[in-house]
Structure formats: structure tokens, C-alpha cells
């Protein structure tokens, strides 16, 4: 739970931020053909700028291998098929990891069904999930469109607090995970996702799992420990972090044992319940990304987290004058 | 959200453990009639406890009025009928509050739909719906139901984490609060409920009330903090707390602006979406009970925290060693 993935634009930004604060990310830069985008360029521009960029400098980069780069076309509705292909192409040239939104909403699963037979399905016809790929949200699936996922081992970004938050409805968790997909989790962007705290959404895909189940001994707490960590690193293709193991980066979150969430932490059960269902953002001590420690007792060790909070005050009050 | 209501046994101990740390709560022991409870006595007996009670010390004593005594009859599937109306009296002649619980499972719906037509129905033939009552969970509920409820403006203790937890539903509380039930949160117990952390329940109402209706643009955060103050103390029958007015008392909860939640603190509207969809306890800086501070930058001033984390710690591994 020290790497995010990132499907947006400005991507010297995004990057620079990461490399700021010294955690790790996958950057997939956005591919869109859409109205009100084309002023980006068209989706292959797009395309052929991530292209470019592994090309230039290599799938990871930087110190620790901090920044990997893929492609974000950013969905089945919002791109031709033929960019769906392309991409696929250009990804599993450079043995890149392909982000893109899976049936979210209603809408769209029935759009994309009506005229490929399921998101899923066009996937599949695009030579997507033949590489790696990272499905965000898929909430919208019928029996063999997990069947498929799950048969192609595919990457699913789950998104419990969006999906809550814009009434996408509740992903089949469960079934994913017996049918063989990779599920991880996701907070979304600060739109729908507000905190991005990923303790929350781990609670989260607990209860909602259970919720739309009616299985309440669904999810184990061990489970959703399993989807921040382990679990999401396999959703990425990564297998050099998410575990602590001789050869992975060592990318370790210490929670202070001493905050009144745990009252058994010297009972395994007891503490790995508490850690997930009572643990929280507050018990997070120290951060190591890549062996470097970046958040040290709570502070961060690369930049002054005032400062950086009085920028982004700064920028949301030019934001909110300019509307 | 100073105000907790608690069902349970061993009053004497809620009652000694509320005053310790000054909080403030509305205590409604138990009344239950089940297998393996009448070791703790009849129903008539845990019924005659509460009424000496409330004779003795009044409905409300300590120091700030902290304490309230009302009814805790389990629930319809624990109790003979004859029980219900019994209890209903006794509260009405004392204009206590009666806690239970209702219509939380499909097996407890189906059990009291099939011999009283439903829960909220017994309810209202045992007399309960006439005096002030608090609902909690309220998950299976038929339209009918619903108008009931609202009808006789009847608090309701939403409790949506532990309704997911259990995989018990999801409360229809939009429709509630449009027929006129006044809606508070809880946090059940911590079997299902683990942190208590009413911000959890908070932000977990809002996006229930999302996935349960479809519609994104449900419960507000003006709603979602209503629920956590003025719509909780309405659900409880006062109107002496859970508002900022001349009168009431000055129950206080101090958030840190400085908090990275808060990106906007000069800009109301998002101050309110950043305190309900990014806030936590972590935030949580001073509390007043009663004009009295009983936190104070984040320690409670009655009670030395790392002693009685010592304690649970203590009592937690006894309880597992004897298990």
C-alpha cells in the first residue's frame, strides 16, 4: 500500500509529486477520444506520447524504480475499438500495464453490451487481456464476464468508496477473486474518492462484499489485508513489492501498536481485526519506500507538510474563484 | 455526537464508566426473555430494575444531566408481546425512551411479519410508537412500515456498518426521513461495529443511502452531519442537545482545521464536504460535555488514556485465555 497507480494528465506533474514525496507510482497517463478532450490531442498523440516516454526512459524509472508508465485509455465509451487494439499493441510491445475504467456505471456496461456483447468482451476482442491489465471498478459484470476475467487472470482495481459514493452499485468481489482475477484496491481520484485513504476502502469492500452477498462471513480481515497489499501489487503484474520477501523492494508501513484500535496485539487474530476493521490512517508511524524511510512519526521526511498544505489551500481558493 | 445510547447489562458499570470520562449517555438496560438469559432474571424483573431506577435517581441525574435511564426491551423476537406493552407502559408513565431493536434481519422480519403483521406494526399495537422510541437498525421495513414509522415520527438508530457487517441490508433511510422518522446514527456494539467511530458511520450512511436508492445525489453532507447531531438527539426525544442555542447544553466537539482533510476551511460548503467525506477522529482536537472539556488536544483530561488502554489490554487477554 505504498504504490498508487494513476490514470490522469499533466504527467511531469504527477511524476514530479511522486518523486517529491518519495513514494512509488504507475503512471498511466490518460488516452481519450472524447468531446471536450480533443484539445489534448487525439488518442493516438496520446497514445504515441506514453510510447515515446517508455522508450525514452525505460518501463521503470528513477531511484528504487519508483515510477513504472503504462497506458490509460480511459474507457470502452469514451475510445473506438480500434484505439482499444492499438493500445494493446503498443503495451504488450513494451510489456506495459494497461489502466483502463471497466463497466462503472449502468450506462455505460449497457451501451458497450449492446454493441460488443460486455465491456469484458470487447477487452478480450482487443487483445487486452492477454497483457496486463488493470480493470477499474468492473461493478457491472454478468457471470461470464467474471468468468472471463477470471480465466485471464485480469487486474481489477476495486473502487468500494466510488462506487458508493456515484451509486455505481457494488462489485462481485468474491466471485472475481474465486474465478482468478487479481483484485487490489483503489480510492479513485479526490472527486469521488475525498480522503484517498485505502484503510477506508478496505473496510469498505468488507462491508460491501457482505452487503451484496448477504454472506457476512465473507471477506476475511485477512482477505482485505490481502487486497491493499499482496493482492494489489498481483493486480499491477508486480511481484517485487506487495510482500515482505528476499528481492522485493522494501516498501514497509510501521502502525504504532500503541493506539487504542488494538487491544489484543499480541494475539495474531485479534490484531490483524483490529488493524482492518479499527486501524486507520492515524496509526500509520513510519513509511520505508525502496528502503528510504519518507514519513517519519507521522511526518514526512521530503517535504513540510504545512507548506504543502498551505499550497493546496492556495491553489482550491484560485480554483473556487475562477468558476 | 457527545451523547452515546447504550443497551446492555451491568448498568452500574455503563453509568460509572460514562461519568469517568464525562461523557454523556442515555442508558437503557436490557430486557430480554430468551434462552440462556434468565439467568440474568425475568422480564418482568429487568423491567421493574429500570423503573426503581428512573423512582429513584429521576429520568436524568449526575453531574450536567449527564446520565439518562430509559427501556432496553431486546427486541420483538426476544420478548412476548405481552412484554412490549408492558414495557410501553411503564415508559410512558415515566416519558422515558425505549431502545429496540427492530427489524434488523430478514429471519427476524419474516418470524414477526408472519404472526403480527410486521415489526413496526407490533410496535405501534403494543403501544411503543406512541412514546418515545428508538428504533435501531430498522432495515426491513415494507412501504407500509415506513409510513408508520414516519407517521408517529419515531427515532431511528441507523447503524450502517454493523447492517453491512452482518449482512443484515440497507436501511431505506431517505425514504424514512421523508415520512417524517427522525434518523440518528450508531455504531452498534463492537462485535459489529468495532472503532465506534461515529465520522465511519457517517460517511458509510451516505453512500449506503447511494447504492440503496441509485441515486448520487442522495443524502448530502449537511444531511450526514445532521444525522450525527441535531437528527440524533430528535431520534432520542431531546431537544437539549445535539444544537448550538441559548439553553442547550454546551456539548462541543472542536475539529483541527490544520488537518490536510481540509482543503477549503474558508469556503462553507466545502468545509462541510471535507469534514464529512475526509474528517475523522484523528481530527478530532477539544470536546466539551456539559461546558466541561473533556478532551484537550486530543487527551482526555478525566482519565490517563494509556492506563486505560492498559486495562482493556489486561481484560482482553483474560477474557481470550479463558475462551
Chains 1, 2 share one sequence.
Not at 476482442?125 to 476475467?149: E, F, K, T
Not at 482492518?276 to 524511510?293: F, I
Amino acid at each position: 500500500c505504498t504504490t498508487s497507480t494513476e490514470m490522469y494528465f499533466f504527467t511531469d506533474a504527477v511524476v514530479d509529486a511522486v518523486l517529491a514525496v518519495g513514494a512509488r507510482a504507475v503512471v498511466t497517463p490518460g488516452i481519450i477520444s472524447a468531446p471536450g478532450w480533443d484539445r489534448l490531442g487525439t488518442w493516438e498523440q496520446m497514445r504515441d506520447e506514453v510510447s515515446a516516454r517508455i522508450d525514452a526512459h525505460g518501463l521503470r524509472s528513477g531511484p528504487g524504480e519508483r515510477i513504472e508508465v503504462g497506458y490509460g485509455p480511459h474507457a470502452a465509451y469514451t475510445l473506438p475499438a480500434a484505439a482499444l487494439a492499438s493500445v494493446a499493441e503498443h503495451a504488450a510491445q513494451r510489456d506495459a500495464l494497461v489502466h483502463i475504467h471497466v463497466a462503472e456505471s449502468a450506462q455505460e456496461d449497457a451501451h458497450v453490451r449492446a454493441e460488443f456483447g460486455s465491456v469484458p468482451a470487447l477487452l478480450e476482442s482487443s487483445g487486452l487481456l492477454a497483457g496486463r491489465l488493470l480493470a477499474a471498478h468492473a461493478v457491472q459484470l454478468s457471470d461470464d464476464d467474471v468468468a472471463l476475467l477470471g480465466r485471464r487472470g485480469a487486474g481489477v482495481a476495486h473502487c468500494p468508496g466510488s462506487n458508493g459514493k456515484l451509486a455505481a452499485g457494488i462489485a462481485r468481489i468474491p466471485a472475481l477473486r474465486a474465478a482468478g482475477a487479481r483484485v487490489g484496491l483503489g480510492t479513485d481520484g479526490p472527486a469521488s474518492g475525498d480522503d484517498l485513504d485505502l484503510w477506508h476502502q478496505a473496510r469498505l469492500a468488507g462491508l460491501l462484499a457482505r452487503l451484496g452477498t448477504g454472506d457476512a462471513a465473507g471477506l476475511t480481515a485477512a482477505d482485505l489485508l490481502l487486497l491493499a497489499t499482496r493482492d494489489g501489487a498481483a493486480a499491477l503484474g508486480r511481484t517485487d513489492i506487495g510482500s515482505l520477501e528476499a528481492g522485493s523492494w522494501a516498501d514497509l508501513v510501521h502502525v504504532d501498536l500503541q493506539d487504542p484500535a488494538f487491544v489484543g496485539p499480541d494475539d495474531d487474530a485479534q490484531l490483524l481485526s483490529n488493524l482492518v476493521w479499527a486501524g486507520g490512517a492515524r496509526a500509520v508511524r513510519d513509511v520505508w519506500v525502496a528502503g528510504e524511510q519518507v514519513l517519519d512519526a507521522g511526518e514526512p521526511t521530503r517535504v513540510d507538510a504545512a507548506s504543502a498544505l498551505a499550497d493546496v489551500r492556495a491553489v482550491a481558493r484560485r480554483l473556487r474563484a475562477a468558476v
